[in-house]
């Protein structure tokens, strides 16, 4: 960590290097990185059961604000904000839609705007943010193997198994506090699940994983795409 120049530029700002800030600096540090306030907030609790939620978000905040972190933005699962100990050498962020990996990259073209800028225009920009969105390399080859599965026929939603088949998840679709709420029902990549039976009118549908009987409503069950077994 670049001890003196933090030290500098928080005293320029009339800021003290608390031990709340040298905590949340030194974690950032060990983590490289891309770590939302809530996940900071959680480490650091375990360090200082003192510290509370809405220090960790101001002080975030504050040091974004003088230009000792930087912020990210991702919007995998769901639009969060990420913080980075700002370095010299600026970088620029690539985000994978799919299983949420940032990969950082450097873009000198982006200099040479900011002086083309400057000699047009008289600008003088302080810093830039660029973010790129799309699919890994990995996730990219795992997308062209599900869809040719799909085109013979083995991958169908978990909604179109009729009771008795059983297939092993491949994907698991849905955002937020129902793409949670599937994780904490086992509705994970890799677990097999077997269909035992529909409701009369064919909603909820109930089936079995990891031991346990649970039930998804046909809407839900469209998100989850599996791989039938057998096939």
């Known amino acids: ?51 509370g939620r809405a220090t960790v978000y101001r002080n975030l905040r504050r040091l ?39 990969i950082e990259f450097s873009c000198p073209e982006v200099e040479q705007v900011t002086r083309r800028l400057y000699n047009t225009h008289g600008i003088v920009t302080t810093h830039s943010h660029v973010t790129l969105f799309g699919y890994c390399a990995e996730c990219l080859e795992a997308i062209k193997r599900e869809v040719q599965d799909q085109v013979e026929g083995r991958v169908v939603s978990l909604s179109e198994l009729s009771p008795g088949q059983t297939g092993v998840i491949v994907h698991v679709g849905g955002e937020g506090r129902l793409r949670r709420r599937f994780m904490e029902m086992g509705l994970v990549k890799g677990e097999r699940v077997l269909v035992e039976r529909l409701a009369p009118l064919g909603d909820p549908l109930e089936f079995l994983i990891k031991g346990y009987h649970l039930s998804l409503r046909r809407n839900e069950a469209v998100l989850i795409q599996v791989e039938l077994d057998g096939s």
């Open 1 to 51: 960590m670049q001890v003196e120049r933090i030290r500098d530029l928080l005293h320029r700002h009339s800021m003290r290097m608390t031990p709340q800030r040298t905590l949340l600096l030194s974690l950032l540090e060990n983590a490289g990185g891309h770590v939302d306030a809530d996940q900071l907030y959680e480490v650091a609790r375990q360090q200082d059961a003192r510290i």
């Open 64 to 102: 974004a604000e003088i230009g000792i972190l930087r912020q990210h933005l991702s919007e995998y699962p769901t639009a969060k904000v990420y913080y980075e100990i700002a370095t010299s050498a600026e970088h620029y962020h690539f985000t994978c839609q799919r299983c949420g990996k940032v």
